[in-house]
């Protein structure tokens, strides 16, 4: 992620990434108590362009605010960071972490008066794979929306995420597909899910998941190209009609599923309107119109 020539924000400044250091004392390292996102930028033909910063920021913001974290900065400065970290480290197809944690020592369960901010990027190329993602349904559920803010990217939430998607690769299949607290399906430990059926998508509604940016612009592309999108609950057991899947995250772009525990899609992935999307989507975030593309490999980052 960093070399002796890394540059990272941390706490007002552009520091070595060799130097940016954190107390072991910080309430978000033993509690879980921090916020983030996962953001990607692109070598367009229009520069080096971070899709839906400004999302993506908004919804840093609604994280500190949902769970108490005091934010010092503005979307719009937020932005220009962003901006300034990447070029200072020369990169165009990145990755950018913006982490705010409490950084003072304190062990009492109470939320902080004060936050620190680090952001760091690293270069995050295309990769492209005709490999599918098996899927298991997780005997891990998604967290309890009543117990915490479930649409807020809290770092807490992410234990969760990385127990579900052990257990999955235990039981040899690629990742899990957790279910919500009432057993319909919510969505994978860093990703959103979507199926397809009659030459329509469906997929899990506000509520019990994360709003991922990425599937928003997935269903605003697919209502463009006037494929029908459902947000609704279903069960697991519905999958078995489904003719297709996908995951979304901005990580991954879209990751076409070939199977889901013993349910596996018969229909050749490139016949799906995952596959369609999935270069709707690449052309987008790359600026590129009528751009020809495969669907990315399974690289995964929360
Ligand atoms: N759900 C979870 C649990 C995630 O961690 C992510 C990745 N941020 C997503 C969905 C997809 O969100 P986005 O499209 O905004 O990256």
């Not at 690769?169 to 899910?193: M, S, T, W």
């Not at 309107?273 to 709707?280: D, E, P, V």
């Amino acid at each position: 992620y960093f070399t002796n020539q890394t540059l990272v924000f941390h706490d007002g400044q552009f520091i070595s990434a060799e130097q940016a250091q954190c107390s072991l004392y910080s309430p978000s390292l033993h509690y879980g108590h921090a916020v983030f996102e996962g953001i990607r930028a692109y070598d367009t033909a229009n520069g080096t362009r971070v899709f839906k910063i400004k999302e993506h920021y908004e919804r840093l913001a609604y994280s500190c605010r949902a769970t108490s974290i005091p934010l010092a900065y503005s979307v719009q400065e937020l932005t220009d960071i962003t901006y300034q970290l990447l070029e200072k480290n020369n990169l165009s197809n990145a990755y950018v972490r913006p982490l705010v944690y409490a950084p003072d020592p304190m062990m009492s369960i109470k939320a902080p008066t004060a936050s620190s901010l680090f952001m760091a990027a690293w270069e995050w190329g295309n990769y492209f794979s005709n490999q599918l993602t098996r899927l298991t349904i997780s005997p891990y559920q998604r967290p309890n929306p009543k117990s915490v803010p479930i649409e807020a990217k809290v770092s807490s939430h992410y234990a969760n995420s990385i127990i579900a998607s052990h257990e999955a690769k235990q039981r040899g299949y690629d990742e899990a597909l957790l279910l919500d607290i009432n057993g319909y399906v919510a969505e994978g430990p860093g990703a959103n899910f979507f199926y397809e059926w009659d030459g329509a998508l469906y997929t899990a509604p506000a509520g019990n998941i994360l709003q991922g940016i990425t599937r928003n612009t997935i269903i605003d592309l697919a209502r463009s190209l006037d494929i029908p999108v459902f947000e609704e609950f279903f069960t697991p057991e519905t999958l078995h009609h489904a003719t297709g899947a996908f995951l979304t995250g901005t990580a991954a772009e879209v990751v076409g599923v070939a199977s889901i525990d013993d349910h596996v899609f018969t229909t050749p992935y490139e016949e799906t309107i995952g596959a369609k999307l999935a270069t709707a989507y690449s052309a987008l975030v790359r600026e590129e119109v009528g751009a020809r593309r495969t669907r990315p490999a399974v690289e995964q980052s929360a």
